[in-house]
């Protein structure tokens, strides 16, 4: 398991990001062209984000 995925997903807003740096297994650059979000720990790979679906609290967004 090495290389880049195809795109990552932008948590702030959902989007799939195609522009991004990936070093050493993890986002090292990337920037939302939807929302502008630029912070690496506010994207995920498609795997990550499925384990974060898997916890159904994380999506909760209802107070
Ligand atoms: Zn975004």
Not at 20 to 31: N, V
Request: hydrophobic residues 30%; aromatic residues 10%; proline residues 8%.
């Amino acid at each position: 398991m090495s290389g880049a995925p195809d795109y990552i997903i932008c948590l702030e807003c959902d989007s799939p990001v195609y522009t991004f740096e990936w070093e050493d297994g993890h986002i090292k650059e990337a920037t939302c062209p939807v929302c502008g979000n630029d912070d690496p720990t506010q994207f995920a790979t498609e795997s990550e984000l499925e384990e974060l679906a898997a916890d159904e609290r994380f999506n909760r967004q209802d107070p």
